[in-house]
C-alpha cells in the first residue's frame, strides 16, 4: 500500500521552474521512498514519526514523497526494490526488522543513498550468517543509521512512574524482543530502580528484569486486542501504570486504562497526547524520540548534497529524546517531584547518572 497522509500532497513545492524556455523541461524534484515496518503508517508511533519528518520535509524543501507499507516481513527487499526501480533519490526504511534487507540493498547498490531508523552497522557478530542473521560486518558508507539512547529518557519516566504510582508496582511490555524495544524497557526498569535507592521505596517492576534479558512481549505491533489483554493481566496483579513499547498495540491498553479508570499509560516515540488524544485522560507522559527531526536533517543533508554515511545516535543532551509534557496530569505530578527529573535529566547529560550504572549497583 502506498500513499499519503490525508490533506498533504506529496507533490513538489517551491520547485523552480525555468520560465524563459518552452522546451526545457523542469528540474526534477529530489525523491523520498519511506518503506515502513509492519505497524503501518499510522501506528501513532515510529513510521507516523518518520513519515512526520518526510511531510515537513516535502513543506520545507520542496521535495517528492511517498510511502509503501509492509504488510509482512517479505514485503520489505519487495518494497525498497520498488523505489529502486523509480529512481528515487532517498530511501528510508523504518525500523530494526529492515536492517538485514537494507544492508542487502544498500552493498548491491553503492550509489545509492539509504537512511535506516534504529539500526546501525556494521550488524554482525562473530559467527553470524552474513545476509541472513545480520545484514554486513563492513561499514556501508551509502547507508545512515538513526539511532536513540532511549533508555535515557525511559529511565525518567520510569522514575516518575515510580514517584506517581498508588499501588506500588508498574508495568511495562514490548512489540517483539529486539534491542529497540528492549532499551526502552531497561531504561523504565533503571529508572524505578534508582527511585527505590533515592527514597528507601521498594516499587515493583512487572514485565521486564534487565538481570536475565526475559519479559512480556505482545509477539507484534499491531493487534489492540493484544494491548488490552496485557494491560488487563497486569492490572491484575496491581500494576496502576504500564509503559508499552509496541506500536499500534499500546493503544489497546490505553483503551483499558479509560475504560476502568484503574491505570495510566505511558507513550512511546511520540507524544501520545497529540498522536493519540482520545487518550490524553490516561496519558501520564510519553518516552519521546525525535524520529521525524533526524529524518527530516537525513533528507536535508541530501538535498543539499551533504549526506553521509555510518551512524547518528540522539541523546537526552542533544533533545533528540526526552519525556513528554505531563499535561493532564500536570498538576498531580508534585514541585519536588518535577525538580527530581529535572536533576536526573542533567545528571544524564553530564554522565554523572547512567543506565548501566544503576542496574549494575
Not at 561499514?139 to 498508588?166: E, H, I, P, S, W
Not at 521486564?208 to 496485557?230: C, I, K
Not at 543532551?317 to 496530569?329: L, S
Amino acid at each position: 500500500m502506498s500513499g499519503a497522509k490525508p490533506g498533504r500532497s506529496c507533490g513538489a513545492r517551491g520547485i523552480p521552474r525555468n520560465t524563459t524556455s518552452a522546451t526545457e523541461p523542469p528540474t526534477p524534484a529530489f525523491k523520498v521512498g519511506q518503506v515502513t515496518d509492519l505497524g503501518g503508517i499510522d501506528d501513532k508511533s515510529f513510521n507516523a514519526s518518520a513519515w512526520k519528518g518526510a511531510e515537513d520535509a516535502i513543506a520545507d524543501l520542496g521535495i517528492e514523497a511517498k510511502y509503501l507499507e509492509s504488510q509482512q516481513q517479505s514485503d520489505y527487499a519487495k518494497n525498497i526494490q520498488q523505489y529502486l526501480d523509480e529512481g528515487t533519490d532517498l530511501i528510508v526504511t523504518v525500523g530494526f526488522l529492515l536492517g538485514v534487507d537494507t544492508a542487502k540493498f544498500a552493498i548491491a547498490n553503492p550509489d545509492q543513498k539509504f537512511a535506516i531508523v534504529d539500526y546501525a552497522y556494521p550488524d554482525c557478530w562473530p559467527g553470524a550468517n552474513v545476509g541472513v542473521e545480520c545484514g554486513t560486518d563492513q561499514d556501508l558508507a551509502n547507508v545512515r543509521g538513526l539511532m536513540f539512547q532511549t533508555d535515557q529518557a525511559a529511565f525518567m519516566a520510569g522514575y516518575l512512574a515510580a514517584g506517581m504510582t498508588k499501588t506500588g508496582k508498574v508495568a511495562t511490555y514490548g512489540g517483539l524482543p529486539i534491542p529497540t524495544v528492549t532499551i526502552f524497557m531497561k531504561g523504565f526498569e533503571a529508572g524505578v530502580k534508582y527511585y527505590n535507592q533515592q527514597k528507601g521505596t521498594a516499587v515493583e517492576v512487572l514485565g521486564w528484569n534487565s538481570a536475565t534479558s526475559e519479559g512480556v512481549f505482545a509477539n507484534g505491533f499491531e493487534s489492540t486486542d493484544d494491548g488490552r489483554q496485557l494491560a488487563t493481566s497486569f492490572m491484575e496483579e496491581g500494576a496502576d501504570i504500564i509503559l508499552p513499547v509496541a506500536g499500534q498495540v499500546g493503544l489497546g491498553s490505553a483503551a483499558v486504562c479509560k475504560e476502568t479508570g484503574s491505570c495510566m499509560v505511558i507513550g512511546v516515540d511520540a507524544d501520545w497526547v497529540e498522536t493519540a488524544p482520545e487518550y490524553k485522560e490516561v496519558v501520564l507522559t510519553s518516552v519521546l524520540k525525535l524520529i521525524d527531526v533526524a529524518v527530516y536533517n537525513t533528507i536535508k543533508d541530501a538535498v543539499e548534497g551533504k549526506f553521509t554515511g555510518g551512524t547518528v545516535t540522539y541523546t537526552i543532551a542533544d533533545g533528540g529524546v526526552d519525556i513528554a509534557p505531563f499535561h493532564d496530569f500536570d498538576a498531580a505530578v508534585s514541585a519536588e517531584l518535577k525538580a527530581e527529573l529535572e536533576a536526573i535529566k542533567a545528571a544524564l547529560i553530564d554522565g554523572s547518572l547512567t543506565v548501566d550504572g544503576v542496574l549494575a549497583e
